[in-house]
């Protein structure tokens, strides 16, 4: 269902550029992937977009260290443009935040052919792009990750939304990109703890349904961590990956719900946390999660259980949580984590869906889990 | 590409249903028509959705004269749901009451299955329509029309939205409903007024492209407003014709466009009284935008004058406006008229995109007007 193809020789000189084409017939399109693709952005965005104006939407820490690059790209492409900067953090995914977006793209008096280009984390991919959903029921959209959860993860598939005091991302829109470009010497700043954080949505792909791909992980890991080939390489097979499960359920009626894979888990403990970011981020939360998901699937007899402490074992090796108990501060209840799951938006009909599996590789959807069998679990893993 | 059936028996007894579809493939729906369906609703939604959730959106008005029968129908169909009562008038249509209505969606903790069901005119079924397209990116939909206008145009067709301080519909989404359930006894409450701006837009399916359908209402204008099958039939030919029109261009990429005849004068007329409805409606907008654009159109030479004479003459029998100066306390100039036609979103890259006619049922998308012939015909008609 994906094509890739060598990206070839480019003016940013010899840096390899890899490809990923979203499949989605007439909504199809281009992952471009490789160090020094901002100063590009404008060259591949006026080849697909001609004659577009935009709108940038960048946090203040982000803006800071790349709008100037983005916004010279852009001029030198001829591509007139509006910038638009918020402060950094989650809570800019709120209504009153969406709202001053929307009327700033309004100010500038972009029409439905226009762009939002998207140069930040997940924070403001899924702002700027839901901005970008609604302004005149539908302008074009073009994300510019600059984290690695971005880049392998929030950046492809088109999920759009802000936060509700009830919820995370509990409102949002479906709205596909028409571009995404991931410059992958962008990750050079990020901290330690946010690469490992992003790193493991990339695992999650190898635990999913791509077993080589876990292997080629395990036996690289410093490779991937320390930049260059295989990193890139790394990035391009988890766009690829997360590109093939949108492509066969765009809408998440099915299929897509295994990109949830630790992410009830996770959800609850963020939750649990109260999104403190300084206790658990989000790709932490999502590594005890996965690692949870595994050991209960262990219990009830899908999986190895050594392959669940296979998936511990690296996901530790990268620096990660991998028990409740490692969160600091964290003397959680069973209570709070049920409360949690219970809200989670993957609930149907009030019985509880999870991403359960047979062993590495070989993630399914569970439709009908027994909450006590998920609060007796939990009740033991607190104990861990 | 529609199709309709007589409705057959029903326990309302002897009144007559009509059926109209929309036809959108695996998003098909029913818009039904005919006297007392608001007390059928639970029963036709349940057959649709069953074992669904609601949240009923209305205004107070409105709220006042059928909330009851409304709930009492979805609970004898064993329907939960809550209930969000809004102030009527167009300013609920904001970023403040579409927030409001999704946190109240999320309160009642409805799922993406469960349905908003919007029971009022064109501002509620376009903010609950709205609310249902984004939270959690896409509930179940339907509409309970109230008004005429809303019967034979808003609720149909999938268009959602708020208005911006910038104007009016400039963030929404496409998002259809699964049913649409118009109650044509309920029109008997509305005031002349207030059915002749509906009328309006029925008028605009025959000059678009049902010639014989203006024939028929010029024929019987009495027995429309007078209600009974002359008025159920002509609410379903609109109904059709919208219907064709969304089925050949749903998101308004090309055809769509025509259903915009009269409208961008008429918008920009709204405008010009700053959206006043004691001086001007929507659809006496409409209608003297209308009897406007077969004028220029007649002016440019693509349209005979005598069918302009006809347009204008049928509308005036039907109590609407049909010249500028019938806008009470209304010296408009020329510059307010432009300005309000350049910030009309269907403007594209700034060429002025006019709905233009070759006479009545005829009409066509004229892409490339030039704005100084607009400007002389405008000064023209303020002096008329």
């Known amino acids: 269902m994906k094509r890739e193809a060598a990206f070839g020789a480019e003016p940013q000189g010899t840096a390899p550029r890899r490809r990923v084409v979203v499949d989605l017939g007439a909504r199809s399109y281009d992952i471009l992937i490789g160090p020094g693709l901002i100063d590009a952005a404008g060259a591949e965005i006026v080849a697909r977009l001609p004659g577009i104006r935009a709108a940038i939407v960048t946090d203040e820490t982000v803006g800071r260290l790349y709008l100037t690059r983005l916004s010279v790209a852009l001029r030198a492409a001829g591509i007139e443009h509006v910038e638009i900067v918020l402060p950094a953090g989650e809570k800019t995914k709120s209504f009153e935040q969406l709202a001053h977006v929307v009327d700033a793209i309004l100010a500038a008096r972009l029409e439905r052919g226009d762009a939002v280009i998207a ?33 392998v993860d929030s950046s492809v598939g088109g999920k759009t939304g ?34 490992a954080a992003g790193y493991a949505e990339m695992v999650k792909y190898g635990l999913i349904d791509r077993p080589a791909f876990f292997d080629m992980l395990e036996a690289d890991l410093g490779g991937v961590f320390g930049g260059g080939a295989a990193r890139g390489e790394a990035i391009r097979v988890s766009c690829e990956a997360k590109a093939a499960v949108v492509a066969a359920d765009e809408e998440e009626h099915g299929s897509r719900a295994l990109l949830n894979l630790g992410h009830t888990f996770g959800h609850a ?15 932490e939360g999502v590594a005890i ?18 392959d669940a402490d296979r998936v511990a074992a690296h996901l530790a090796a990268a620096g990660l949580p991998v028990r409740i108990g490692a969160i600091p501060d964290a003397p959680l209840t069973v209570e709070e984590l049920m409360r949690g799951i219970a ?22 959807v569970a439709n009908d889990v027994d909450p006590a069998a998920v609060e007796a679990f939990l009740a033991r893993e607190l104990d861990r």
């Open 162 to 195: 802000i936060n509700s005091p009830r919820g995370k991302n509990l409102v949002g829109a479906f709205h596909q990109p028409s571009l995404v470009l991931a410059d992958t010497a962008l990750l050079d700043t990020l901290s330690p703890r946010e690469f």
């Open 269 to 283: 403990l963020e939750a649990a946390v109260g999104y403190d970011a300084a206790r658990l981020v989000h790709g």
């Open 343 to 364: 809200q989670d938006k993957k609930v149907e009909k009030g019985r509880l869906t999870f991403i359960l599996t047979r062993g590495i590789g070989r993630a399914f």
């Open 289 to 306: 999660g996965m690692v949870l998901a595994h050991r209960f699937s262990a219990e009830l007899g899908f999986c190895p259980p050594e």
């Open 119 to 151: 140069l930040g984390g997940g924070v403001i991919g899924d702002l700027a792009g839901f901005a970008s959903a609604i302004v005149r029921r539908g302008m074009r959209f073009v994300q510019v990750p600059t984290t690695l959860l971005a880049q």
